[in-house]
């Protein structure tokens, strides 16, 4: 593989000539580079290390220093230490506000979405987005929605644009763990007392840029601030964890995923800051990854994300998959309907012939043509079955999809259906029987989570 020095500008270039582009990450790993994002003009920052790296950035910013990761605002020259290419600290020498220019960033295909950048670790991930979902469903339910900043990088133009009313929202910006805890216990107490059944979701961001008390007020050079951070959110966890079991209250904390050390390849690389008490309390974890771009021409209007389940609860676990994220409007739902509706064969092609109802087995091959024909299709169709009504056969262009599920909430709903039927996992009671062979697969990941 050829290493080539080019600036973060050059990237734009070569990835809408279709060159594939990798950048150091951790472990020595060159990771490839999956999105260039132009984050328009911006207050700018020139941070200088003391063994001569420099970098151009914005106020929000994030670095992987000696306490984890910090935003550029929170840099103190002389104290702060960030992470350099040599898998050394490097001190901060310098932090010079340089005027607003333009501010672009990357986005790398890496479970913990970090890379090296003029030789020091930079940071960026799309985990604050499925938050703000969260949020946006929770008001349209009638819920109370409350968002607890640490990293002070919430942007409200793109709130609104992905359907959060912020007028309405809870906004609260904390610096500390303990004043995290100390705001969901105040606000869960709060509105309780207002309404004993009124939804609430309580959405942290993030665990990994919040410190703790100690740690503000003692230098960056003293030891110990992971240990106590993770002792501090263990006791808190097992509080909170009891309160909101008795409440109708949905608790979500975002967090960055780091490389374990010590890593002998075997189970799982990767481990969450603060500890494992998250891990352990949450009923959820659910683990995002960036794949690709999508583009419109040369422009890049988004993302295609991998989801995994890693621990479930509420259903089975070590489940995944993809969706398109656009930069203007977030997670596009009704787009992956039609990717899964067409994989599931329940929409085919309009021209399509009839059904094989012989029962025979399709041959692989034969598989793999519709599938290829489902995507080339421009017209597709599905059959409506209505109780007490004739099966109607619905025909639409692929564009028109998103309008037709907004005109017709019945078809709306029966597809829904369908891909429920199709995709969703459900557990069996003792007396089914399984109707497809199961595949056995003895490695993969540990279970320790």
């Known amino acids: 593989m050829k290493q080539t020095e080019i600036t973060i500008r050059e990237v734009k270039d070569l990835l809408a000539a279709g060159k594939s582009v990798k950048v150091l990450s951790l472990g020595g790993e ?31 910013h994030l670095f992987y220093a000696n306490s984890g990761w910090i935003k550029t605002s929170d840099l103190k020259p002389k104290i702060t230490r960030l992470m350099t290419e040599s898998t050394h600290f490097a001190t901060v020498e310098s932090v010079d506000y340089i005027g607003e220019f333009p501010i672009v960033d990357i986005t790398v295909d890496h479970p913990e979405e970090c890379y090296y950048g003029n030789g020091i670790l930079n940071h960026n991930s799309g985990k604050s987005l499925m938050g703000a979902h969260l949020l946006a469903e929770t008001q349209k339910k009638g819920g109370v929605a409350v968002f607890i900043d640490t990293e002070s990088s919430v942007s409200p133009d793109f709130l609104q644009a992905i359907g959060v009313d912020i007028t309405k929202m809870l906004y609260v910006s904390v610096n500390t763990v303990e004043e995290i805890f100390d705001t969901i216990e105040s606000i869960v ?54 309160m909101i079991a008795r409440q109708r209250v949905c608790l979500v904390f975002t967090n960055q995923l780091r490389q374990k050390l010590g890593f002998v390849g075997f189970g799982d690389p990767w481990t969450t800051s603060g500890g494992k008490a998250l891990a352990f309390h949450a009923s959820v974890r659910i683990r995002l990854q960036g794949v690709g771009q999508i583009k419109v021409g040369d422009a890049v209007v988004g993302i295609k994300t991998k989801s995994k389940i890693i621990k479930n609860r509420m259903g089975p676990p070590m489940r995944s998959t993809e969706f398109n994220i656009f930069f203007d409007r977030g997670i596009d739902n009704y787009g992956n309907w039609l990717e899964l509706l067409t994989e599931y064969d329940i929409v085919t092609p309009a021209k399509a012939e009839k059904a ?17 024909a489902n995507k080339k299709a421009k017209s597709l169709q599905f ?22 599920l907004a005109e017709r909430p019945d078809i709306k709903e029966y597809l829904y259906q369908k891909l429920c039927a199709a995709r969703v996992m459900k557990y069996r009671t003792t007396g089914d029987s399984l109707e497809d062979d199961i595949e056995v697969d003895s490695g993969g990941e540990g279970m320790g989570e």
């Open 189 to 242: 107490a709060k509105v309780r007392k207002a309404n004993n059944n009124r939804l609430v979701t309580i959405l942290v961001d993030s665990v990994a840029a919040a410190s703790t008390s100690k740690e503000l007020a003692s230098d960056h050079g003293q030891d110990g601030y992971a240990t106590g951070k993770a002792i501090i959110i263990s006791k808190a966890m097992r509080k909170i964890t009891e």
């Open 356 to 372: 094989d109802d012989t029962g025979k087995k399709k041959t692989k091959k034969e598989i793999e043509e519709e599938k290829e």
């Open 383 to 404: 059959i409506l079955e209505t109780e007490g009504k004739e099966p109607e056969t619905v025909k639409f262009e692929k564009k028109d999809f998103p309008k037709m």
């Open 30 to 60: 060159f990771v490839k580079i999956t999105n260039y994002i132009e984050k328009g003009v911006l207050k700018t920052y020139l941070v200088t290390l003391e063994t001569g790296e420099k970098i151009k950035c914005s106020a929000n």
